[in-house]
């Protein structure tokens, strides 16, 4: 419960001959996590037919999923096939199948693209329907100038003003601030005419050419073809469509394959190998071990040698937390600030009571928090995800939490009924300053626990300097005790005569080993390789801030723990406001209801609002005040070598 699964290493050797019979075994039980740990002159991790195998298999891949893509084919998982296929009959296929869809897409985009032409053109020239302009070109008029465009509204009186009687203007119906205008004149006076329009804001529309034709009859003409070209549309996406249907199996059946032979071919990558034989290497979760060597002796017909070893103290250990149903959504929020170091502490437990009673103290209302745990209830029952099946665990443990507190401080939608029956009393009510005690407990306890799990941790990775010595070893914990012990039991000091004995003992101590913490590493672990720069004058240096800086922390996250009484108050506050408020509306037309009312909204309000805040300021002090003191956060998660299913490609 308190550490990462137990992990083996797993090494065995093999014939060249079963590898990939291996590796498929290996991949569907996904149980272990391969890497590369034999350093021998005679054994190679070059692979380059694995190397070309991969990059030959994703192009497949991309032009499977491109298909896919463009015919719409909702993913499913490949249906056991008796056909047994080779890349090269994939590759065949896959051909065939691009020929029958390039060829219906590209024909739909030239559709589409004329469709889109033929809208521009159409409401390009909207304005000028019905007036069977000729679209003749502006050279067929010889004697007469023609132009078509917009003129700005508050202009259009001015254009009439000015232009003369050689001209003629017709005006259409204004659209979006602009009058549509047709305006002639002679060749002469075609300068002056554009000369007065382009004051006026006029913009030129350029209707299309087409010799014999008018505007009316051009339109009519492609509206024609729109209607030709959704037919046509019509039968490309049926054609389509069976296409889709007829290749969808085929192509998630192709598309696993790929996958399958992708994945064996990477894992290849990881193995050793001679003339005639491979080495598998890897992690393997302890109690796996048994059944993993025993598939391996079955496939191979007992010519293999595995063996399972303890690691060892340098090796780079796979975290895997196995958390249960309960403890998986705690989970969650530990690996959102790392993976536990697989020689580490694994915290959850301690994760999930602390951050359920946190979250209550700050958001105490049994009726609020019932609310949370009908939701939670409903997400857990119902949830079509594993994720929203978590989620809703979280709400009903943290609901569970604010009932209890809701109880304690009398709360219960912020009704005033039941303040007079609380336990304790309001957070806003009768003892404040108890409250910000009991947060500080809190603190305390955690900050504590934190110093205590930092050291196991430090021990169990053999840092006994670290142990000791570490401003959050067992010298920050008789700095952290004794400080407390000097303010709770001041008088039992004095009348003991012994404050003077207890600074020295539980300050001058801790900070002198801290001090000496950094100096005696150097000469324990001298620097080399790329910590040559780090100097003598560099570790005292170290040393002396970091001592300082742990005066400092001690006093500062014991301090931040006072925000659970802080938040608890507000979260009082904003259910009295709300009820402020809700009298003010009684004097209100149907003041009863708007009462009601408004109670539910400030109620909705704060279970967003303060249970927003609530659950961030939690996993707040859980990261910065819990998890500083000792999680570390930089484990590597277990990831196990996994193949979607059995592979059905023949071994090229």
């Known amino acids: 419960m308190f550490r990462a699964t137990p992990m083996l290493r797993i090494n065995a050797v093999i014939l060249e001959r079963d590898e990939r019979t291996a590796l498929e075994n290996l991949g569907n039980l996904g149980a272990v996590q391969l890497t590369r740990s034999r350093e021998d002159e005679e054994v190679s991790f070059a692979n380059h037919d694995a190397e070309q195998k991969i990059v030959r298999y994703d192009r497949l891949r991309l032009r499977i999923e491109e298909i896919i893509r463009v015919l719409e084919i909702a993913?499913?998982?490949?249906?056991?096939?008796?056909?047994?296929?080779?890349?090269?009959?994939?590759?065949?296929?896959?051909?065939?199948?691009?020929?029958?869809?390039?060829?219906?897409?590209?024909?739909?985009?030239?559709?589409?693209?004329?469709?889109?032409?033929?809208?521009?053109?159409?409401?390009?020239?909207?304005?000028?329907?019905?007036?069977?302009?000729?679209?003749?070109?502006?050279?067929?008029?010889s004697f007469l100038h023609f132009v078509t465009g917009t003129v700005p509204a508050e202009h259009i009186e001015d254009v009439r003003a000015q232009l003369g009687r050689e001209t003629a203007l017709v005006t259409l119906a204004a659209r979006k601030g602009r009058y549509p205008v047709i305006a002639m004149t002679t060749r002469e006076q075609a300068a002056a005419l554009d000369d007065i329009l382009q004051k006026t804001g006029f913009q030129r529309d350029i209707l299309p050419v087409q010799d014999g034709a008018t505007l009316d009859s051009l339109c009519s003409e492609k509206e024609s073809e729109q209607t030709r070209l959704d037919e046509e549309l019509e039968r490309l996406e049926i054609r389509i469509r069976e296409l889709a249907e007829e290749f969808a199996a085929e192509l998630n059946r192709m598309e696993a394959m790929m996958h399958e032979e992708l994945g064996i071919a990477r894992a290849q990558l990881s193995l050793g190998r001679t003339d005639a034989a491979v080495f598998i290497s890897g992690w393997v979760p302890a109690h796996r071990s048994e059944n993993i060597t025993a598939v391996m002796k079955e496939i191979t017909q007992g010519r293999c040698v595995v063996e399972m070893v303890e690691p060892a103290k340098t090796?780079?250990?796979?975290?895997?937390?196995?958390?249960?149903?309960l403890m998986r959504p705690f989970g969650m929020l530990i690996s959102s600030y790392g993976i536990p170091n697989y020689r580490e502490f694994e915290p959850t437990l301690f994760v999930a009571l602390s951050y359920v009673l946190m979250f209550g103290i700050m958001f105490g209302d049994a009726g609020q928090g019932a609310v949370l745990l009908g939701l939670g209830i409903a997400a857990l029952l119902k949830g079509k995800t594993e994720k929203v099946r978590d989620a809703g665990v979280l709400l009903i443990a943290c609901g569970s939490s604010s009932i209890v507190f809701g109880i304690i401080y009398g709360s219960v939608f912020g009704l005033e009924y039941f303040k007079h029956r609380a336990l304790w009393h309001d957070p806003l009510e009768g003892d404040p300053m108890g409250l910000m005690y009991g947060a500080i407990?809190?603190?305390?306890?955690?900050?504590?626990?934190?110093?205590?799990?930092n050291v196991i941790n430090r021990f169990r990775k053999g840092?006994?300097?670290?142990?000791?010595?570490?401003?959050?070893?067992i010298a920050g914990i008789l700095f952290y005790w004794g400080v407390l012990s000097l303010i709770i039991f001041t008088?039992?000091?004095?009348?003991?005569?012994?404050?003077?004995?207890?600074?020295?003992?539980?300050?001058?101590?801790?900070?002198?080993?801290?001090?000496?913490?950094?100096?005696?590493?150097?000469?324990?672990?001298?620097?080399?390789?790329?910590?040559?720069?780090?100097?003598?004058?560099?570790?005292?240096?170290?040393?002396?801030?970091?001592?300082?800086?742990?005066?400092?922390?001690?006093?500062?996250?014991?301090?931040?723990?006072?925000?659970?009484?802080?938040?608890?108050?507000?979260?009082?506050?904003?259910?009295?406001?709300?009820?402020?408020?809700?009298?003010?509306?009684?004097?209100?037309?149907?003041?009863?209801?708007?009462?009601?009312?408004?109670?539910?909204?400030?109620?909705?309000?704060?279970?967003?609002?303060?249970?927003?805040?609530?659950?961030?300021?939690?996993?707040?002090?859980?990261y910065y005040e819990f998890f500083g003191k000792f999680f570390s956060g930089d484990g590597q998660a277990f990831e196990p070598f996994r193949l979607p299913g059995k592979s059905r490609v023949k071994p090229s």
């Open 463 to 473: 840092d006994i300097i670290g142990g000791f010595f570490d401003k959050f070893g």
């Open 491 to 622: 008088k039992f000091f004095e009348a003991m005569g012994l404050t003077k004995t207890a600074m020295i003992v539980f300050l001058g101590v801790p900070i002198v080993a801290w001090i000496m913490k950094e100096p005696l590493e150097y000469f324990l672990r001298p620097p080399h390789g790329n910590d040559s720069e780090h100097t003598f004058t560099t570790a005292i240096t170290e040393s002396f801030v970091g001592a300082f800086e742990g005066c400092l922390s001690y006093l500062a996250n014991t301090i931040s723990f006072v925000r659970l009484g802080a938040y608890a108050m507000s979260h009082a506050a904003l259910l009295v406001a709300a009820f402020m408020l809700a009298e003010q509306v009684k004097h209100l037309a149907g003041g009863s209801v708007w009462n009601v009312i408004v109670i539910i909204l400030g109620n909705l309000v704060a279970i967003v609002l303060e249970g927003i805040i609530a659950s961030v300021q939690a996993a707040r002090l859980e």
């Open 315 to 325: 090796d780079e250990v796979p975290t895997l937390l196995d958390h249960s149903r």
């Open 441 to 453: 407990a809190v603190g305390i306890i955690m900050i504590s626990l934190g110093l205590i799990l």
């Open 75 to 141: 993913p499913a998982g490949a249906a056991p096939s008796p056909e047994v296929l080779t890349v090269d009959e994939i590759e065949g296929r896959l051909q065939v199948m691009e020929g029958h869809v390039t060829e219906l897409v590209d024909l739909r985009r030239a559709y589409r693209q004329r469709q889109r032409e033929n809208a521009v053109l159409c409401q390009q020239v909207e304005g000028y329907r019905n007036l069977d302009i000729p679209l003749s070109g502006a050279d067929a008029f």
